[in-house]
């Protein structure tokens, strides 16, 4: 009798489990950790990062290409943007909820100076609308622009449905690097439980579980509030939507949603999505399409996570929120995510929006600056999850009209 083979969300759960139990051991030899073992996790994310921008940039030719139509384009971007926006909202709300009612924060006292934070410069909403369309294609190229490069990659698709079989050769082009991006992929991937080992240990090694204890609230309030919210709005949204149930959602999903969660990086995790949604019955034409402008917009689990921290700042230092500041809260915190897409560091971005606009000192940020690591696992585990979720959505409404319109047409 054949044994069953491990699946690889399962070599991929051992492999983090026990990247834990390493870095527990491993909690006063921090350096060893990050001289010997962090490399491997590195290795491994610069492969990633090596076939993100070539297969980001392919893939959304192709799927431009398949779609054809400039309507159905703009139809599918426009209600995967509503969909983000609107799972953000969700997302922000349900941050506050929870911090008003466990009180996160109160009773943390100060001790000692706080933390100055480098914030990186914010483009702001319009600023950002405006730079999408770049300048200089080939520099965003080099640069990992992600939003400019799917802008430059839908024109360019646009540009090779507009000249119709002339641009079939070049499109034959794009559609083999595309391939050739997903099989090297496929080899990348196999490493994955040896990858999460090495990129997790050395974080459990350097921070401890003592050092989150002063911070244990936010950290537990962040990962609760994520997974209530995966399971709240994401998959009630996919089987309201596709009929698709939360356990076969997950399921399918799992690979992705522990690789962002190890990695902490959603245009890395960008090929385990892609694959998810295929198992999900997702189309190339519209996880080609979503999956990559979701991986730069949706920001679902860092709108948890600026919630969660103003209300956690907001009691450190003794400040009485309204009701009117807390919806300022959420209104910052969905917009805010289009604004700070792209940027590196943009959840420090997007938590100093969200301090401005309701008067709460900057300062408070360094509260909160030591445990970003920590915290932002979950928001991108959310985030990536989001993705997939809504590429299902958008699937399932484009078939409905694809039948709708095949019914008006038998009649």
Known sequence: MEKKKLSMPVKTLIGLALGVIAGLALQNHSDFANTYISPFGTLFLNCIKM???????????????????????????????????????????????????????????????????????????????????????????????????????????????MIEDKGKPIFKAFDSLAEAMYAITGVIMKFTPVAVFALITPIVAENGAEVLLPLVSVVLAVYGTCILHAIIVYSSSVKLFSGVGPKEFFQKAAEAIVFAFTSASSSATLPYSMKSAEQLGVTEEVRSFVLPLGSTINMDGTAIYQGICALFIANVYGIHLSLVQQITIVLTCTFASIGAAGIPGSAMVMLSMVLQSVGLPLEGIGLVAGIDRITDMAPTATNITGDIACSVVIQATENKKQKERSDGECL
């Not at 431009?64 to 969909?83: E, L, N, S």
């Not at 349900?94 to 001790?111: A, P």
């Not at 405006?130 to 540009?159: T, W």
């Open 51 to 161: 076939i993100v921008v070539p297969m980001v940039f392919s893939s959304i030719i192709v799927g431009v290409c398949g779609i054809g139509d400039a309507k159905k384009i703009g139809r599918i971007g426009g209600k995967t943007v509503v969909y983000f926006l609107c799972t953000t909202a969700c997302a922000a709300t349900l941050g506050i909820i929870v911090s008003n009612i466990f009180k996160i924060g109160q009773g943390f006292e100060i001790t000692g100076e706080v933390a100055e934070v480098t914030i990186p410069e914010s483009t702001g909403v319009i600023n950002t609308l405006v730079n999408i369309i770049p300048s200089n294609p080939i520099q965003s190229l080099a640069n990992g622009d992600m939003l400019q490069i799917i802008a430059f990659a839908i024109v360019i698709g646009g540009g090779i449905v």
